[in-house]
């Protein structure tokens, strides 16, 4: 059984790179299914709350999800993930921050 873990995990390359040289990038998408949207955070307002733009042009007031509150700092110009609340509009829940290389892998597949 030991022998077969080893195996798995070997063949996890974490510095995989793609036939063109560039690193193997793997980006989580919005889901449609659950009113998931690409956002970009524009202003900080304290106490987990920030002013997104979403990319259809929309202001809303963003909320830090608990969960990724404490696992990664959002700031201004990072390329997020949101929710729009279905009970109260101009508000939405913030789910996920894209990393450089991430946004970099969405422009040039034109996500975003």
């Known amino acids: 059984m030991a022998d077969f873990r080893k195996k ?10 793609n036939p063109d040289g560039t690193p193997v990038v793997r980006v989580r998408l919005p889901k449609k299914w659950n009113n998931e949207q690409f ?3 524009q202003t900080m ?4 709350h920030i002013s997104v733009r979403s990319l259809d042009g929309v202001t809303l007031m963003g909320r830090i999800k608990g969960k ?3 696992r990664a700092w959002i700031r201004e110009g990072d390329t997020i993930i949101i929710v729009p609340w279905s009970f109260q509009e101009g ?4 789910i996920y921050r894209y ?4 946004t970099d892998w969405l422009r ?3 996500y975003i």
Not at 8 to 17: D, F, K, P, S
Not at 45 to 48: E, I, M
Not at 99 to 102: A, E, G, R, T, V
């Open 8 to 17: 798995n995990a070997q063949e996890v390359n974490l510095n995989a790179t």
């Open 39 to 41: 956002a970009i955070a």
């Open 45 to 48: 307002h304290g106490a987990n």
């Open 68 to 70: 990724i509150k404490k």
């Open 91 to 94: 508000k939405c829940d913030i």
């Open 99 to 102: 990393l450089k290389p991430q």
């Open 108 to 110: 040039k597949n034109r």
